[in-house]
T-cell receptor, first 110, second 116 residues
């Protein structure tokens, strides 16, 4: 079971870029890396997914080094509304893409 | 696209009664849905995998006779908490796997269950 390790919490000022790193030393060859955002009393929301190198969409970028043992979620110019818990998951459906780690609680400060 | 709904959004029930929670994929078909439980300030914990037309697969430590799951159609899965107790009070979240996007699961908004 690919386990992930993330910082428990992070603080950032509004307007700054935030990078959250996730370690997944036991990632398997066919595993994907997926990041979710969760606000209190809401279901998680898909942010971004990648397999290798770099992926970018309208809300975030995901950087994955060549060994794929870690990944970094980058949120550009965060706002107060980005305060949430961010989860990193690795794996394939049916294998281990369903097990949430502790997540990182991001607090954006005015 | 890819909207998943849950009903009810919150429910209060008395100890010993049963409560049914519905999870629907509104604009796609989902042969597989998942049920999670989340206690305050904790992460999501997978309870079971719900497969359309077959029995659910439960995670270790989850009582299948207490948490009944039925996935009768490609857009609906239900979780019934039987003989509820106060310790079952939690936030229950479902997700649906969009098979056209193999590795993406879409989550419902969650259901807050309080057992008094």
């Amino acid at each position: 079971l690919a386990k992930t390790t993330q910082p428990i919490s992070m603080d950032s000022y509004e307007g700054q870029e935030v990078n959250i790193t996730c370690s997944h030393n036991n990632i398997a060859t066919n595993d994907y890396i997926t990041w979710y955002q969760q606000f209190p009393s809401q279901g998680p929301r898909f942010i971004i997914q990648g397999y290798k190198t770099k992926v970018t969409n309208e809300v975030a970028s995901l950087f994955i080094p060549a060994d794929r043992k870690s990944s970094t979620l980058s949120l550009p110019r965060v706002s107060l509304s980005d305060t949430a818990v961010y989860y990193c998951l690795v794996g394939l459906y049916g294998a281990n893409n369903l097990f949430f780690g502790t997540g990182t609680r991001l607090t954006v400060i005015p | 696209g890819a909207v998943v709904s849950q009903h009810p959004s919150w429910v209060i029930c008395k100890s010993g009664t049963s409560v049914k929670i519905e999870c629907r994929s509104l604009d796609f078909q989902a042969t597989t849905m998942f049920w999670y439980r989340q206690f305050p300030k904790q992460s999501l914990m997978l309870m079971a995998t719900s497969n359309e037309g077959s029995k659910a697969t439960y995670e270790q430590g989850v009582e299948k006779d207490k948490f009944l799951i039925n996935h009768a159609s490609l857009t609906l899965s239900t979780l019934t908490v039987t003989s509820a107790h106060p310790e079952d009070s939690s936030f229950y979240i479902c997700s649906a796997l969009w098979t056209d996007k193999s590795y993406e699961q879409y989550f419902g908004p969650g259901t807050r269950l309080t057992v008094t």
